[in-house]
């Protein structure tokens, strides 16, 4: 009588021991985190891609702004060309290989030109560049740089739920409240509101 067939499985070692862990001062040590670094600068033509992207990202997964629908790289080109135009400032902050982690502008608050001395200011953070200084960086260098462009007056637009930090940043720079909408904003869903804080640039 023909006997079955046994196949046999090797089990390593490894496999079914418990894997052990050393003490912690025989492991070896972890690589430092490479220090956040980073220039800042104006705005190019070719930086363009990546602010886009950084802003969709927020157009697309917050309420930090109440827009729905992302914009294209042809509405920033546009944008870039018009704000040029205008001499008003548009900074980024680059990585020593390149990458924009972040980027502030300041655009004209009302297209009536009585209002040309007054602008809303905008700061936005690539993910991985959050939680380290920097929007407090951009937001002081975008100050100065709007102040040496002549401007007088700088107004925040800042959404009503979620953003405390951004409230609380625009206040450590003497941004002061005067106003806030309530229910002006639809979006994911639920209603939205603005606070509305504004700096003098005056000296």
Known sequence: MQQPAVTLVAVLEEEYETRRVLPPHLRRPEAP????????????PSDLPHVREIYNYYVTNSTVTFDED???LKEWKSKYAYLTKLGMPFLVAES????ILGYALVTPWKQKKAYRFTVENSIYLGQASTGK???????QALIERSKQAGLKEMIAVIADQGADASIAMHKAFGFKEIGSMGHVGYKFGRWL??????KSLKE
Request: charged residues 15%; without cysteine; aromatic residues 6%.
């Open 33 to 44: 985190e490479p220090p956040f670094t980073y220039e800042l600068r104006d705005a190019r």
């Open 70 to 72: 992302t914009m294209s």
């Open 96 to 99: 020593p290989n390149g990458q």
């Open 133 to 139: 200084g920097l929007g407090t960086v951009l937001m």
């Open 193 to 198: 509101g603005t606070v509305l804080m504004q």
